[in-house]
């Protein structure tokens, strides 16, 4: 674990310099550049919210605004788009990279940290726009907002554990990368993101509230709508599992990293 830290700061200004030229090519020949990062996910936005909110913005108590349900959206999406795409880039991370890791010699630690910085500001780009458009509607968060950074730490660093151990196990079953994104999608819909717990029966969220997933992105709308505090007692529990995950997915990445590179 110690020659891992030390590579990865021996490595640092490679990282950087990663992140930045990852995020470049993405959009190198796009007119809107790094617009498209904040454009994909608050047009799902407002799709749901222009569908959905007629149905489902008077259930949402506690919220003095007319744009209530498309705020509830948004902080939830900006919870969920971190959480998404972080997996869905990690699990081909070893094999989009794979001429990389044939190639140069670099720790192969790298490239989880490389994804996990251009992953943050992504998310931290949609997080300014998302402000920017609370400020249109009228709502401006309060305090509890300064909660976010946790909130966001918490995300990438489940997400970035639990996707690095599925990345490291799609090199040897390719069927992972072809499962993840189904469950992703069944996922999504067993979290409260475009509908509120509170509209099901009592029986039902009893289930719902069993999705690991449901008081992290809660929280991201306790903080961003309802002015509230996160669930700590529940996210206590998801930060230990996270780091648990981190440690192992860190074990397992250095028992196959070579095997990953005959494999690629």
Not at 126 to 155: E, R
Request: glycine share 4%.
């Amino acid at each position: 674990m110690g020659d891992m830290m030390r590579s990865i700061w021996a490595y640092r200004f490679f990282i950087l310099s990663s992140i930045r030229s990852d995020l470049k090519i993405r959009f190198l020949r796009s007119k809107l550049g790094t617009m498209w990062m904040i454009i994909h996910p608050l047009a799902q936005v407002l799709i749901f919210a222009l569908i959905l909110s007629e149905v489902l913005s008077a259930k949402l108590p506690g919220i003095d605004n007319k744009y209530a349900y498309a705020l509830y959206l948004m902080s939830g999406t900006l919870g969920w788009t971190l959480f998404a795409e972080t997996i869905t880039k990690s699990v081909s991370l070893f094999i989009d990279n794979a001429n990389l890791m044939k190639k140069m010699a670099f720790p192969r630690i790298c490239l989880p940290i490389i994804l996990a910085g251009t992953m943050l500001v992504q998310n931290t780009l949609l997080l300014l726009a998302i402000f920017l458009v609370f400020a249109a509607l009228g709502h401006f968060p309060d305090a509890h907002a300064l909660w976010l950074p946790v909130l966001i730490l918490i995300t990438l660093v489940l997400s970035l554990s639990l996707g690095t151990l599925l990345g490291v196990f799609n090199v040897f079953v390719r069927d992972i990368g072809q499962v993840v994104p189904v469950v992703l999608q069944a996922l999504f819909w067993f979290t409260p993101i475009v509908y509120s717990l509170e509209i099901l029966p009592a029986s039902t969220q009893a289930w719902f509230r069993l999705n690991p997933l449901h008081p992290l992105i809660a929280s991201y709308q306790n903080v961003l709508v309802y002015g509230r505090d996160p669930y700590w007692s529940d996210l206590g529990w998801l930060a230990l599992a996270s780091v648990i995950m981190g440690v192992a997915a860190l074990v397992v990445f250095r028992k196959a990293n070579a095997e990953m590179v005959d494999m690629l």
